[in-house]
């Protein structure tokens, strides 16, 4: 049996936060498959539970991937400024 995709979810955002500073893109691009809105709002629940529990520095990490990712997959709208 296979892991639910939920898990795997999961399990990728613990090999981000565990992998060395800077090797975060090649993880992701490893597991392309898994990169998807859903994996998103998985980011910003853990992000969440993190500040929570008080670990502000791994909730910004995570906040700071999801997003990038959404400006990616064309779920994060960029604000543009004409002056």
Known sequence: MTQSRQEQYYTLIDELLRCPN??????????????DSKFIE????????????????????????ARQLAKELGLYPEIKNDK
């Open 22 to 35: 800077g090797q975060e893109p090649d993880l992701l691009s490893s597991n392309n498959e898994l990169i």
């Open 42 to 65: 998985s980011l910003v629940q853990v992000s969440t539970m993190m500040a929570h529990e008080n670990n502000p520095d791994g909730a910004k990490f995570l906040i700071h991937i």
